[in-house]
């Protein structure tokens, strides 16, 4: 499952504050680089339909802090 | 595969039934960046958001439901994130242009509800916190502190009421 | 040019006659008020006269304009600061009203289950001597000179040895201080005790009970296990207004204040919930509308209604109320007697709920039986509900200025402030109006509400609506009336004395 963050719209600190707390879980892989306009996230799980829930809840969680922040990092 | 919903134009909102999530094409010019992001805190509880810029003056947002739902559910879904969308950004400007009004209550109210610092207060007063607290106004100038004010100038809500005298009348009435 | 046209944006030439105003038709009238809070009835050929600046400058309409502040030509910035300032005074003092939750245990199951109760059983929902003095402390150390301590549950008699200590610290503690101090306490009198009662009188604890009307809804909505809850009641607010005359208080004043429910069966029963009322001695009655905390969605089917029906039944019951005050009968509604007060007096009675800002966090705070310290009751009852949404304290480590500054306390002020609330903006109403943060949250999904979609706007719109109708055509003696419920007497001897033995 491939996420890819706009860097206009989400703060490259959020989406590593993000994988820092997702980290932990079992099973889960998360793979980081960067495109010209994007952050990129691969997450890897032990089936789709996991690796879906947690990237789901992985852009909820770094687009709360990206607006909590203000926005993205300047 | 993405279907138009039941009230919804489907130059702007599409649905994929499959996947659970309904897709909304946000005009930039309309709804600045903070709107979006606004109305998107909003429903980060009830629903996965996810905003991308398709092309440079849209947002692309979509909106996945956590729990399975039907076409009802993503209109519903849809409909009342726009409406937060709209009030979102209509609230902005009318905090821009209420500015002095809004601040100068806010702050009187937490003015008045904080009262001055207690030594226990200052005690434990984090000198190191960024921005700057100045709790007895210590760094502004004693110019600054003891100045007289300018004759009808001693309020915030007294300008507010001015500024509002000097504001066209159909801002008022006519919305 | 018809209103709609106005409405719609078209360009409109006032030839600046007009002051800053806010506009709504309410049947064949036109409410116009100023950004101080100043207001005019107009029919609609006066409002198209004074849109266009067509008014006779010598004539009676012109005159009554000026005279409310309404024409730019003539506007006095400094008079609309003063009365804006005196509408918002209450911002320069923090939290009066302390909400203490002694216990969550509570003899009585309602069906609204507003408070979150537990079983009688459930010790350990009880508040201890030590969270007590805690958040006394705290409460103590509000800048607001005037605090009243509300004792709830649950049922506070439950707890009555806390209660007690409450009392007796909070005054002992306040011996240095000199706030005026009060205490009331809102109990279904049903563990009521002539001991208890000796002990409250002595002390000049306020007493408020729940009354949803007549007997037959009273126990049907509010269950005492083999007993009718409202017999349990009555006999006690009988005996608590015969102890207040008998220490020679005046019975206008001093007797117990009843607080209403309105459930979908109450709305048909209007007239006999004011007739309860008034047969219980009450001289108030407070037609709130049921809210949306505390009880489970199941039960939202059986007690909610459309906020029409229930504008309706307000209409209803607050004419039959005016016609009983023009029997004699001295009762009021006390809704319209807080919009009244703010219409009709230029002041504020400082009603939380409906202020701008709320006073969520910086007129109120409620404090849990287990030391949790919430921005309002409601708030504490969405905790209850699983949402801590609106928990900013602990009364074992946080500090007055903390609370009252908390992050979440901040949001809901900006929140709660109708000058930057879309609709409110343009709404003749916001002078006198108010929005409550916890009310959006849990209805919305947001502090900052919709108000178009709110329930709450509809109540508070729709009640001023009737106000500004009976304002513009009723006849002098119910005027006389509406502005009789606009007086607030104090009721001094509830104030506990600050000196020793005084």
Known sequence: MT???HRALYAGTAIDAALGRFAQLANTGFDRREEV???????????????????HELANFALGLTIEQGGPDR | MSESLLGMPPARVLADLGEGCVILTVDASMYPQHAVYAAAYCFIARCYVWLDRAEPEAFRVVLTAKQPTDAEGLRALAG???????????????TRLNRGL?????????????????????????FSDEPFDDPLGIAQSWEDKYRKPKPGAETGAETGAAVAAETDPQGGAAT | MSLEVLQSGAALDTGGYPAFFRFREIGERVVVTSIEGEWIVLTREEFRGFLRGEVDRDGALHQRLVERNLVRESFDARRAAEAYRRRKRFVHYGPNLHLMVVTLRCNETCVYCHASRANLDALHTDMTIETAERAVDLILRTTSPHVTIEFQGGEPLVNFPVVQHIVEYATQRNR?????????????????????????????V??????????????????????????????????????????????????????LTTTKETLERWREVVDTYVALGCRALFLRPVDPFGFAEKTRKIVEYPREDYLAYYRRAVDYIIELNHQGVEILERYAAIFLTKILTGDDPNFLDIRSPGGAGIGQLAYNYDGTIYSSDEGRMLGAMGDPTFAIGDVRTSRYRDIVSHPTVRAMAIASNLEGQPDCVDCPYVPYCGTQPEHNHKTLGTMMGRMRESSMCAVHKGIQDFLFEKLATADAATLEILHR??????REHFVQPVAEGG
């Open chain 3, 176 to 204: 240095g201080l000199g706030k005026q101090l009060e205490f009331t306490m809102v109990s279904n009198l049903s563990l009521m005790d002539e001991t208890k009662l000796a002990w409250l009188l002595a002390h000049r």
């Open chain 1, 37 to 55: 306009d994007h952050f990129v996230v691969e997450v890897t799980a032990s089936s789709e339909a996991r690796a879906k829930k947690i990237a």
């Open chain 3, 206 to 259: 306020q007493l408020c009970t729940s009354i949803d009307g007549p007997k037959s809804l009273h126990d049907k909505q509010r269950k005492l296990p083999t007993l009718s809850s409202y017999d349990a009641a009555e006999p006690w607010i009988a005996r608590i207004n015969a102890a207040y005359r008998e220490a020679g208080l005046d019975p206008t004043l001093y007797h117990v204040e009843a607080l």
């Open chain 2, 102 to 126: 809004i601040e100068s209550v806010t702050m009187q109210a937490f003015g008045g509800a904080m009262g001055p610092p207690s030594l226990d207060d200052l005690e434990a007063f984090d």
């Open chain 1, 3 to 5: 996420l890819r963050f």
């Open chain 2, 80 to 94: 009342e994130f726009s409406n937060e969308l709209l009030a979102s950004a209509w609230r902005r400007e009318i």
């Open chain 3, 485 to 490: 419920w606009t007086t607030i007497r104090a």
